[in-house]
């Protein structure tokens, strides 16, 4: 739980995304199916669709209600205004829209939001403010809404449910900020709404070996305790990802975060602490992250390094990858 020096505005915020509309270089707008955009998710999916054009920009059209003590002349709130936020990790993208009041009341607020393309590489979160001069200072946030908006230019179905995407990627003629791993066979990406992990095509030989199904041999123990060690690396950066910047209450006890970044912690907390329940496992990591901690930051990486093995099946797949060579090289000696 925050705490704010101010009086917050309590009630609903609420709103939604209306309609999208697309516009491609030279071209007019042009409406996005119903299709794409999904409320029940509150998604809006603009990935490469062969239906629509190669859009260079997006314009959103939002609307939002206001609860009426907001607006109280005797309240302690002036200037009340509502913004829209689109904001994106990936690339720090940030773009701010403020609402314009319809209604004779102006409680009823609309908006347009234009994306460009460019600006975006993943998924982006859309979120509502209202801000308010409060105690004669301006600009201070008094309430958010707990509606949350994506707009996804990746998927063209409007969807939540997104798996861990593993993308092949040359490294070398890739963004920039891929360039300057090049030597390197993979990349852990926690910068999105979801992890990602980009597989260099430019490894010699690491393409194949990583498209490669099934099979025996040589070939399939080398693949299978790579994939271990990938799994490992990134169940590794994803908890330092979560742990990263954890919501403290107000009396310092932390806090499990939403989405993927709480579901990792409770994965692997009962593996670093297993004699622990999850709420004190995450006071522990807490505390060692912060220096508060006897035992510091030094020796929760092996907790960390144990669980992310772990989970990865790091052990199992060695263990067979040994017999396995022993085996072959039996093979080998007969």
Known sequence: ??????????????????????????????DVESKYLSTVERVVALGPDEDR??????????????????????????????????AERATNTRTTVEFAAVSEDARERTAELYVHR????????????????VDGVPGRV????????????????????????????????????????????????TTGRIPAVRVNTDFDGL????????????????RELLLAQMCSEIWTAVFHSAVGDLEVEEDGTPVFPHGWQG???????????????????????HAARTGSSATGWGELQSRIHFAASRRAGVPRTLSTTIRDLERLTQGDDA
């Open 1 to 30: 739980m925050k705490v704010y020096p101010y009086r917050r505005l309590t009630g609903n915020v609420s709103w939604r995304v209306d309609s999208a509309q697309l516009k491609a270089e030279g071209e007019p707008w042009e």
């Open 118 to 133: 460019c600006d975006l590489l993943d998924r982006a979160s859309l979120t509502v403010h209202v801000v308010a001069t």
């Open 142 to 189: 008094i309430a958010t809404s707990d509606v949350e908006w994506f707009v996804d230019v990746i998927e063209t179905a409007p969807s939540l449910a997104r798996e861990l995407e593993v993308r092949m990627v040359n490294f070398a003629a890739g963004a920039s900020r891929l360039q300057r791993y090049k030597d390197s066979p993979w990349l852990v990406d």
């Open 53 to 86: 054009p190669d859009w260079t920009q997006a314009r959103l059209r939002l609307s939002a209600g206001l609860p009426a003590k907001a607006l109280d002349p005797s309240g302690p709130w002036q200037d009340v205004k509502l913004v829209a936020v689109l």
């Open 263 to 285: 579901e990792v912690l409770r994965e692997m907390l009962p593996d670093m602490y297993a004699d622990r329940e999850p709420e004190q496992a995450l006071r522990a990591v």
């Open 207 to 222: 393409g194949d070996l990583m498209g490669a199904d099934g099979g025996t041999g040589p070939e399939a123990t080398v």
